[in-house]
């Protein structure tokens, strides 16, 4: 029996390369929402600026700096994480923009999205995906390997 689960065990070379390409998939995939998101932000009329009163109305602290914080860390952060450069650190403030719209936008609402686009899950799954990338680091495919190298 153990002589044919052995043709299905990896070695440490391929388990390790096929980590290292899935933190690859991961950070392009989140950092391409998270910088769609931040430039929607960013460049609507009035820039970030223009969501402070909405900011404000949901009851997050500070929202004349919240909000261009959020837009900007999504738009700037997602490009570096793509790329994997301060990768945990970068993920840390991400989490906290997915906290923040977790506990003052969608809380109480359900997971699944709704017909009017309530729903608590895009922030949930982006949260802990930032949240993996911060335990987990970017990987050898990465600004971060390479300099780690």
Known sequence: MTNR?????LDEDTRRTGTDLGLLVLRVAVGTVFVTHGWGDATQPGG??????????????????????????QLIGGAVLILGGLTRLVGLGLVSVMAGALIWVHRG??????QDGSGSGF???????????????AGRYSIDGALRR
């Not at 009851?59 to 860390?73: N, R, T, V």
């Open 109 to 114: 609402e359900p997971l699944v999205m709704g």
């Open 48 to 73: 970030a600026g223009a969501n402070v009163e909405n900011y404000r109305g949901a009851g997050i602290p500070l929202p004349e700096l919240s909000a261009w914080y959020g837009a900007y860390l």
């Open 5 to 9: 689960l052995s043709r299905f065990t």
């Open 123 to 137: 922030a949930f799954i982006m949260l802990a995906a930032s949240l993996a990338l911060v335990g987990t680091g």
